[in-house]
Structure formats: C-alpha cells, structure tokens
C-alpha cells in the first residue's frame, strides 16, 4: 500500500512561488505515472499536473501551463510541484496522486480515477 504525503503549503502573495513535494512510503513510484491535482472550495477537483513514469513526458491544465512545473525523483520516491507566479484563483488543496503500477505504454494521465493512491493534500493560499 503506498502512503503519499505532501508538504510545502502556505500562504503567498500574488506573483510569489511555493514549491511542493510528495513523499511516498509503502512503495517504489518509478514505475507509476504521478500527478497533482487541487481542489478549491465550491468547485470541482481540477487536475493540475502529470509526470510520465517511463521518460518524465509531464502534462498540464492550460490553467497552469507555463508557471508550474511537476518532476520527480525517483531516487528519493518522491515528486515536486514547482509553482511560479501565483495568482488569488491558484488557491486550494493540492494533492499528489499516484497511479497503480504501470507498463508498455506511458501515457499522460488527467483524470482523477486514473490514479490510486491519494495524498491528505496541502492547502495553498494566493492572496491578491
């Protein structure tokens, strides 16, 4: 059973960075696709980020495209969110998520059933 635990959270200003890790226990994530995902009160859980278990392909929300960037390090089992230029609509409950134990094809994965192991998750707050 693998246990993700996700640390780094806080309270920024608009336009400051955070950087978020995800240390898993339980289990090895080299072979497992990992994402990010984050979910604001009153809305919808919204995936955020994937990284690809194969050769690190990553994938993002349009939302984020360009200010976050998601890698791991599967020597330390453990995978980052690196977030750039916040912004007030940024804020939510991130949580890293990873998927069962994959081969052949590495595909992106965007969906919240495509993953599971969930984190507690992280709050983040922007505020403006």
């Known amino acids: 059973q693998v246990q993700l635990v996700e640390s780094g959270g806080g309270l920024v200003q608009s336009g400051d960075s955070l950087s978020l890790s995800c240390a898993a226990s339980g289990g090895t994530l080299s072979n497992r696709v990992m994402g990010w995902f984050r979910h604001a009160p009153g809305k919808e859980r919204e995936f955020v980020a994937t990284i690809g278990w194969r050769d690190g392909r990553t994938t993002y929300a349009d939302s984020v495209k360009g200010r976050f960037t998601i890698s791991r390090d599967n020597a330390k089992n453990t995978v980052y969110l690196q977030m750039n230029s916040l912004k007030p609509e940024d804020t939510a409950v991130y949580y890293c998520?990873?998927?069962?134990?994959?081969?052949?094809?590495?595909?992106?994965?965007?969906?919240?059933?495509?993953?599971?192991?969930w984190g507690q998750g992280t709050q983040v707050t922007v505020s403006s």
């Open positions: 998520a990873a998927s069962g134990l994959q081969s052949g094809v590495d595909i992106p994965y965007t969906e919240g059933d495509e993953y599971n192991y």
